[in-house]
């Protein structure tokens, strides 16, 4: 997942971020994953939202009896569909995070990494219920953004994306302190951990905060 949900930034476009991203940046991926694996049970049944065309979930599907994804885009699905054919503990929905299609505690683990809370545009507190209604008592729910000190990083890789026409142009004076602007004002912001204190303190959970890498915040929610 990118840091706008574009229309024109799915598929294949949505890979070629990934291809594009610099050693820091990729650092930065590869151990938010790292962080997410350490947490799974080969047991667990685990979801993502937004999974775009499935990057991580052969990954995810090594270690868990069951792994979803859901993504709004139809064509990241289909070329999840065709990547993930022999993945076969894994499955694919077309799906809008805010209204999934499963019964209340269904997951062992529900993923929302790489600035989802933002970058899927929703209601943040909407979606992190929704997110909690379908995990297990004892399961876990995990949101992450960006950690301020990845903040150079995250510029650099957007610089390569934007450069290479796979986001809208940027507006490079009113992006700053952990906001991307872009020219049409549509805006990318991460949270911080007081944030996602606010965010989840109605929750009748255990919650914990912990920063992965100097690059991820994670926001780890226990019903």
């Given at each position: 997942m990118c840091d706008y949900p574009e229309q024109g930034l799915a598929a294949e476009h949505l890979q070629r971020c990934y291809?594009?991203?610099?050693?820091?940046?990729?650092?930065?991926l590869e151990a938010e994953l790292a962080h997410v694996l350490d947490l799974i049970k080969p047991n667990d049944v685990v979801i993502e939202l937004g999974c775009g065309y499935g990057r991580i979930l052969p990954a995810l599907a090594r270690k868990a009896r069951l792994v979803i994804g859901i993504d709004t885009c139809r064509s990241s699905i289909d070329l999840g569909h065709k990547l993930l054919a022999d993945v076969p503990?894994?499955?694919?929905?077309?799906?809008?995070?805010?209204?999934?299609?499963?019964?209340?505690?269904?997951?062992?683990k529900v993923i929302c990494i790489q600035n989802g809370l933002s970058a899927f545009h929703v209601d943040q507190k909407a979606l992190v219920l929704e997110a909690v209604r379908?995990?297990?008592?004892?399961?876990?729910?995990?949101?992450?953004?960006?950690?301020?000190?990845?903040?150079?990083?995250?510029?650099?890789?957007?610089?390569?994306?934007?450069?290479?026409?796979?986001?809208?142009p940027i507006d490079w004076d009113k992006t700053h302190d952990g906001t991307i602007v872009r020219a049409d004002?549509?805006?990318a912001t991460t949270l911080t951990s007081a944030e996602f204190r606010t965010l989840t303190q109605c929750l009748a959970a255990d919650v914990h905060i912990t920063e992965v890498d100097e690059s991820s915040l994670f926001c780890e929610i226990t019903p």
């Amino acid at each position: 997942m990118c840091d706008y949900p574009e229309q024109g930034l799915a598929a294949e476009h949505l890979q070629r971020c990934y291809e594009l991203a610099p050693p820091r940046t990729q650092q930065y991926l590869e151990a938010e994953l790292a962080h997410v694996l350490d947490l799974i049970k080969p047991n667990d049944v685990v979801i993502e939202l937004g999974c775009g065309y499935g990057r991580i979930l052969p990954a995810l599907a090594r270690k868990a009896r069951l792994v979803i994804g859901i993504d709004t885009c139809r064509s990241s699905i289909d070329l999840g569909h065709k990547l993930l054919a022999d993945v076969p503990n894994c499955r694919l929905f077309e799906m809008n995070a805010l209204a999934l299609r499963f019964p209340d505690r269904f997951f062992d683990k529900v993923i929302c990494i790489q600035n989802g809370l933002s970058a899927f545009h929703v209601d943040q507190k909407a979606l992190v219920l929704e997110a909690v209604r379908v995990t297990r008592k004892g399961g876990t729910a995990l949101f992450s953004t960006y950690a301020g000190e990845f903040w150079q990083h995250r510029l650099e890789w957007l610089r390569l994306r934007s450069e290479a026409g796979l986001v809208g142009p940027i507006d490079w004076d009113k992006t700053h302190d952990g906001t991307i602007v872009r020219a049409d004002g549509l805006t990318a912001t991460t949270l911080t951990s007081a944030e996602f204190r606010t965010l989840t303190q109605c929750l009748a959970a255990d919650v914990h905060i912990t920063e992965v890498d100097e690059s991820s915040l994670f926001c780890e929610i226990t019903p």
